[in-house]
């Protein structure tokens, strides 16, 4: 039921779908050298405590990132996961002060992603949206120098998103950007209650205004937070497989997405940075799967709701359910 129902992923952050067999290829290509000397040395590196530890190798390993040719290999790699997981809307994050601070042009990054995006549309019939994210251990000044600079592409962007370092970095920091943001048109969401207090999620919504919280499973430490949750349908898009390997969570038995779907709260399944992560997003849901014995009808809720959190025009959005509950109908009735 998992691999064959269609569904969408809300939470991924395309620099975080690198593969070690794709890094070296571009090191290679680009004639840069890495640290490690074999791609088995890399995913034996993928080891981490905490969110920062897993950060300090994400940035370092998106480096190798230098040609839109590259940005573009690196977003059909993951259409093409996409494909297999059936996965047919995807909206992703790109962090452009990664790039943009290395000396890489927004539009060499932009442009790369877009044009594999395009192709995915036309050749897998995948639908897909781009979210660019501010990177909140930076100023709110660079933040807005990378909003200002991203002018010409935000017709071709549905949001802005927060990420990166969450402690230390409240919402409130970025109030002024996301304002301008909205004010464009644009939609907003942010990383909020990962490891981050649910102090930070009331931040997202009240001063980011944000239609959706990325990740968000500390809001079970905050009552009147979650009845807030549940009462506005706000979506929350948590990622299993991240949460162990940055030891959000000990185990996934100890996860709280099950808790949060009987709760009644709009959560959805992603893989964040799946090269990273152990999984793509069908992974992650056979991994909740088994720790935490969902029943089929969990399962579909929580692919249901991956299209209605989507940022879908409700047209389109009526398709997706409409075929979605027709395949879980017959598959119920297999
Ligand atoms: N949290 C914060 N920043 C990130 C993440 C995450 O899970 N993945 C990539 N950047
Ligand atoms: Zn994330």
């Given at each position: 039921m998992i691999d064959s129902l269609p569904k969408a992923e809300?939470?991924?952050?395309?620099?975080g779908t690198l593969e070690p067999e794709l890094m070296f290829l571009l090191a290679e290509r680009n004639g840069i050298d890495l640290l490690y000397s074999s791609v088995e040395e890399v995913r034996q590196a993928y080891q981490f405590t905490d969110l920062q530890s897993f950060l300090d190798i994400y940035y370092a390993g998106a480096q190798v990132l230098q040609t839109e040719q590259d940005f573009y290999d690196l977003t059909w790699a993951y259409l093409e996961r996409c494909q297999q997981d059936n996965v047919v809307h995807t909206e992703i994050f790109f962090d452009p002060q990664t790039h943009t601070d290395r000396g890489i042009q927004f539009g060499t990054v932009f442009e790369g992603i877009d044009a594999a995006l395009q192709d995915g549309r036309k050749k897998l019939g995948i639908s897909s949206q781009i979210i660019m994210c501010f990177l909140r251990h930076l100023s709110a000044e660079s933040a807005m120098a990378t909003f200002e600079m991203s002018k010409p592409w935000h017709s071709r962007m549905i949001g802005v998103g927060l990420d990166s370092s969450e402690l230390g970095h409240p919402p409130e920091?970025?109030?002024?950007?996301?304002?301008?943001?909205?004010q464009a048109g644009l939609k907003t969401v942010a990383h909020a209650g990962e490891e981050g207090p649910a102090d930070?999620?009331?931040?997202?919504?009240e001063a980011l205004k944000v239609s959706r919280v990325d990740h968000g499973v500390r809001c079970l430490e905050d009552e009147k937070l979650v009845n807030y949750l549940v009462e506005e349908q706000i979506p929350l898009t948590v990622c299993p497989l991240s949460n162990i390997k940055l030891c959000v969570f000990d185990n996934m038995a100890d996860h709280n997405i099950k808790t949060m779907l009987d709760k009644g709260l709009c959560v959805t399944v992603n893989s964040d940075d799946p090269s990273y992560f152990g999984g793509y997003i069908n992974a992650n849901f056979h991994s909740i799967q088994k720790a935490l014995k969902l029943s089929h009808q969990d399962l579909y809720k929580l692919i249901r709701n991956s299209f209605v959190a989507s940022f879908l025009e409700p047209e389109v959005l009526a398709k997706h359910l409409s075929e979605l509950d027709s395949q879980y109908k017959e598959l119920s009735n297999a």
């Open positions: 809300l939470h991924l952050h395309i620099e920091k970025f109030t002024e950007v996301f304002e301008k943001a909205r930070y999620i009331w931040g997202a919504l």
